[in-house]
């Protein structure tokens, strides 16, 4: 059984920064690839962008490229998304995922989830 349990959401003004981390717990997640996910209002859920096991590859979302982050720390069993230059079109509910097999983009190559935190970026 694997627990992920993001933190860092909140309420930001366009062009502000924040920090949202991804703790995993009852396992190592050292060997999977991890993600983080989306959802909006009004609309499903979608890929931001993803890490594999090493954290060498990382693959990002277009509306995302270039002003988001991920890394992660297999040590202390973390992920962490750094969100620069904010947009109103970013406010949602931003998921960690552990990933098992399929690819990257795909919600279905997820096993385990987060609950979720809320980002509000007000324009």
């Known amino acids: 059984q694997v627990q992920l349990v993001e933190s860092g959401g909140g309420l930001v003004q366009a062009g502000d920064s924040l920090r949202l981390s991804c703790a995993a717990s009852?396992?190592?997640?050292?060997?999977?690839?991890m993600g983080w996910f989306r959802r909006a209002p009004g609309k499903e859920r979608e890929f931001v962008a993803a890490?594999?096991?090493?954290?060498?590859?990382?693959y990002y979302a277009d509306s995302v490229k270039g002003r988001f982050t991920i890394s992660r720390d297999n040590a202390k069993n973390t992920v962490t998304l750094q969100m620069n230059s904010l947009k109103p079109e970013d406010t949602a509910v931003y998921y960690c995922?552990?990933?098992?097999?399929?690819?990257?983009?795909?919600?279905?190559?997820?096993?385990?989830w987060g609950q979720g935190t809320q980002v509000t970026v007000s324009s």
């Open positions: 995922a552990l990933h098992y097999s399929g690819s990257l983009y795909d919600t279905r190559g997820y096993g385990y």
């Open positions: 009852g396992r190592t997640f050292s060997s999977n690839a």
């Open positions: 890490i594999n096991w090493s954290g060498l590859s990382t």
